[in-house]
């Protein structure tokens, strides 16, 4: 198994737009062949989110990524995922992981 978790910052103005836009990229990745996408939010609430990618393996998610890259709807998307979590100012944090037990 290999995991792919991204972190950012949401305002809490902003988390309706960001968990409907969450929903329309899920919808993508599992198209593609995402095996699950999540989306969690910290107990106390302090605007800090967490998504999480699952895929069999680094080349699996490789070939995802460059079909999800092709989708036609991705380019909106980022541009409102880079507004709702104001990216200038709040990067998102990239790690990947792989399974070993």
């Not at 910290?42 to 989110?49: A, F, G, L, S, Y």
């Amino acid at each position: 198994m290999f995991i792919v978790t991204y972190s950012c910052k949401v305002p809490k103005n902003k988390t309706k737009a960001y968990l409907d836009l969450q929903k329309e990229v899920k919808r993508i990745y599992m198209k593609k062949g995402c095996l699950s996408y999540e989306v969690f939010e910290t107990p106390d609430k302090d605007e800090q989110w967490l998504e999480i990618g699952r895929f069999e393996s680094k080349s699996h998610f490789k070939k995802v990524i460059a079909r999800v890259d092709k989708d036609p709807e991705i380019p909106e998307l980022y541009k409102r995922f880079c507004s709702i979590v104001e990216i200038k100012k709040n990067p998102v944090l990239t790690k990947e992981y792989i399974q070993r037990i």
